[in-house]
Structure formats: structure tokens, C-alpha cells
């Protein structure tokens, strides 16, 4: 089993929609969730921690299910600029690598 | 916004040449971290950096790889002899001291060619 896996997609979705992705991670120890966002050939880009408690930051949700060991990314109201490959990280603990999934690419459409 | 910079964007060289990429993380980080993406591939992490001293490395970061902090405010990472396999974008990456967020901020990467 791969340590974080990712759906590649893509999501082509219309201008407007609301669009679900999720990670799973296989690493029970994992303690720090992060989502992050990746135009093509630029570097990652902090979306969101992930708590588990879940979080907002606008259009944007995430959650943390650690009994199944997922975390989730939620995109209302889906933008032209929201087009990008969306990376779920995990880290072991704090201050130390984060292994990435492969990414989710979204192509939202007119 | 404070942000994590790297130098060159791009480096082209020979096989077997040493190369050195250079990093300024974000000033009151004290985690630096290197990743490596091949082109088409995930993000993989290299090596992470703390209190002057190498925490933890990948598989990937074997003997022809190493890391310095010169300064106050560099931090490099060297290549000793490149092989046609370490063509990638190199990402620096920062996160603040221990007991904040643990948030890993990327610099903008460091496209390495080897010919």
C-alpha cells in the first residue's frame, strides 16, 4: 500500500460546482496533515492544515478521519483559478518530512 | 508576506559536475528542509535540517549529496558529482521552531538539467 494515495483525476468540473477530494494515508503514527496546492511546474503552495476537528478557510473545508485514515478536501463554489493539482502531505511528526501524495488534478471549466 | 527564495531558477550541467543550490528561508524558521521533484512525478523528500544538523534523510539522499548552512542565512545543497537521474526541480522549504505549526512553506524550486 502506497503511504499517502490520491485519486490523479482529473476533475473537470463547471464554474460553480463543488468538488470533494480525498488521501488516504497508511501510516497510523502520521500526526500532521496538510494540504497543499500546485500550479504546473511551480512549487507547492500551502492550502490548509488539516485539524481534526476540521477546518475552514472560505470556500474551502478540510477533515481529518484518523479511525479510517483519510483526509478530505472540500472546494465550493469552484473558480477558473481554482484549476490546479491539489497535494495531501502527511508528516510523522512535527519538524520532519512530509511525504506527498501524487496529487489530484482539477480542471474547472466555463 | 515573508517567503522562501532560492537561487538559480534554473542550472544546466554536465554529467559527473558538482552543482550547489542555495536557498534563503523565510528569517524566524529553523526547520529547512530539500525535496526533489522529477518532472511528471511526486514531490519526495531529501533531507531535513535542524539546530545545525542533519534530523532525518531519505534513501534518496545518499554519499553525493550534503547540505550546509554557511551563514546565517543560506542554506545550500550540493550535488558532488550528477548523474543524468538527478534532473528534477529541487524545492527548499522552511517551517517555524518547534511547538508552532509545523507548516512547511516551499520556495519556488530550482530547475537542475543534467546533460
Known amino acids: 500500500r502506497k503511504e499517502v494515495e490520491q485519486d490523479p483525476g482529473p476533475f473537470n468540473v463547471p464554474e460553480g460546482a463543488t468538488v470533494a477530494f480525498n488521501c488516504t494515508y497508511s501510516n497510523s503514527a502520521s500526526q500532521s496533515f496538510f494540504w497543499y496546492r500546485q500550479d504546473c511546474r511551480k512549487e507547492p503552495k500551502l492550502l490548509m492544515s488539516?485539524?481534526?476537528s476540521g477546518n475552514e478557510d472560505g470556500r474551502f473545508t478540510a477533515q481529518l478521519n484518523r479511525a479510517s485514515q483519510y483526509i478530505s478536501l472540500l472546494i465550493r463554489d469552484s473558480k477558473l483559478s481554482d484549476s490546479a493539482t491539489y497535494l495531501c502531505a502527511v508528516g510523522e511528526r512535527g519538524g520532519n518530512k512530509l511525504t506527498f501524495g501524487t496529487g489530484t488534478q482539477l480542471k474547472v471549466e466555463l | 508576506e515573508p517567503e522562501v527564495t532560492q537561487t538559480p531558477s534554473h542550472q544546466v550541467t554536465q554529467m559527473g559536475q558538482e552543482v550547489i543550490l542555495r536557498c534563503v528561508p523565510i528569517s524566524n524558521h529553523l526547520y529547512f528542509y530539500w525535496y526533489r521533484q522529477i518532472l511528471g512525478q511526486k514531490v519526495e523528500f531529501l533531507v531535513s535540517f535542524y539546530n545545525n544538523e542533519i534530523s532525518e534523510k531519505s534513501e534518496i539522499f545518499d554519499d553525493q549529496f550534503s547540505v550546509e548552512r554557511p551563514d546565517g542565512s543560506n542554506f545550500t545543497l550540493k550535488i558532488r558529482s550528477t548523474k543524468l537521474e538527478d534532473s528534477a526541480m529541487y524545492f527548499c522549504?522552511?517551517?517555524?521552531?518547534?511547538?508552532?505549526?509545523?507548516?512547511?512553506?516551499f520556495g519556488p524550486g530550482t530547475r537542475l538539467t543534467v546533460t
Open positions: 522549504a522552511s517551517s517555524e521552531p518547534p511547538g508552532q505549526k509545523y507548516e512547511q512553506y
Open positions: 488539516v485539524y481534526s
